[in-house]
């Protein structure tokens, strides 16, 4: 396991970090358009301000996380339900566990809210060393795109976990927009 660099600190983000953030953000994922993901996520009512960290690295900001919410379709019933997305780190500060220590407080907060749940797609391996686990399995399905391996529809159960939360996972317009553009 990867231990956080020294002098890491991870906060909310501030309205004075939105331009560093989607600089990190497009550099991690190599294009603009997860950081007009984070735009239109921040723009949304699914949006959970107090959710959206950034990583600090000796003042900084080098990483970035958010939750926000998706709605869960099944059994009849529709519930908004966490999901984290995206979470970038700018390249030359990777592999150096600031990804993991964003993910664990990220977590951490969402459990502390009350949160059942968080979902996710992403790397298995990565996510799953994190406690996440295959959603499938938990009855939450997520429609992936054909690159991804079925097991990148991800679940983290936390203290609030209720077995009966089942469904299928459907992305509000922020998500949508940007993914079709």
């Known amino acids: 396991m990867t231990?956080?660099?020294r002098g890491l600190t991870i906060r909310p983000e501030r309205h004075d970090d939105h331009e560093v953030i989607a600089e990190v953000v497009a550099a991690a994922f190599g294009s603009p358009a997860e950081a007009a993901l984070v735009e239109?996520?921040?723009a949304s009512p699914n949006a959970v301000p107090e959710l959206a960290l950034v990583a600090e690295l000796?003042?900084?900001v080098v990483g970035h996380t958010m939750i926000s919410y998706v709605t869960l379709e099944g059994r009849g019933a529709r519930r908004l339900i966490p999901s984290?997305?995206?979470l970038a780190v700018a390249p030359p500060h990777q592999g150096r566990?600031?990804?993991s220590a964003?993910?664990?407080e990220v977590m951490a907060r969402a459990d502390a809210a009350g949160e059942?749940?968080?979902v996710l797609e992403g790397s298995p391996a990565f996510y799953g060393r994190l406690g996440f686990e295959h959603s499938v399995p938990l009855g939450i399905e997520?429609?992936?795109p054909s690159w991804a391996p079925p097991e990148a529809a991800q679940v983290m159960r936390l203290r609030a976990y209720d077995s009966a939360i089942r469904g299928r996972v459907v992305y509000p317009p922020a998500f949508v927009e940007v993914v079709e553009h």
């Open 40 to 42: 239109a996520i921040r």
């Open 58 to 60: 000796d003042g900084e």
């Open 116 to 118: 059942p749940l968080v």
């Open 97 to 99: 566990g600031i990804g």
């Open 3 to 5: 231990t956080a660099p």
């Open 142 to 144: 997520i429609d992936l």
């Open 84 to 86: 984290l997305a995206p």
């Open 102 to 104: 964003l993910v664990r």
